[in-house]
């Protein structure tokens, strides 16, 4: 299995509060990426990154930012938390555009 | 833009059965393909994916699929299912096989597969 991981796993939090989600990567992939699940909808891409620094906007990216200040760590921040966010976050990995994402075990996140 | 369809959003099959979970695909550019799956309460697992070469692509758990480039298919299918098949699987599209793409995968919205003794 590749070496990703997502903390924390599970987190209930209220509206207007800032959140903040950690992925984490062993094998020194190039390619992060962030993904929300949600029941009809598949996984829909956040952000993603193609190296330290290096970040832009996915599909769903309204109320979402992310930064990636060394190679292993991708986080995922929502800056005042809003019902509609309530969702399962998966972070994947990718060591190159023509090969495939390998996916964390995901976040599921409550905002009452 | 890239979309995907998985023209199925449930399917019930007996164990033993045969089975196909239908996925179609719309892309101005090359793509790559895949199949996912995803257990109850789990990550998504790759069961298999098409890069280039042979239409026909051998996963893991004996799926197998066949990508159709006029048809813009790419369907999963399974001789004989088990019990244990039963899960949610997700086709999904990368723009990686374009000069400039990051490789982004867009999802189809499901199937679920449910295997019935």
Redesign the interface.
Known sequence: DAGITQSPRHKVTETGTPVTLRCHQTENHRYMYWYRQDPGHGLRLIHYSYGVKDTDKGEVSDGYSVSRSKTEDFLLTLESATSSQTSVYFCAISPGTAYEQYFGPGTRLTVT | AQS?T?LD?QVPVFEEAPVELRCNYSSSVSV?L?W?VQYPN?????LL?Y?SGSTLVKGINGFEAEFNKSQTSFHLRKPSVHISDTAEY?C?V????GGT??????????TILTVHP
């Open positions: 995907v998985q959003s790559y895949f996912y789990q990550g998504l697992q790759l994916k890069l997700f999904a990368s723009d990686g096989a793409s990051y490789g982004k995968l867009t999802f189809g919205q499901g």
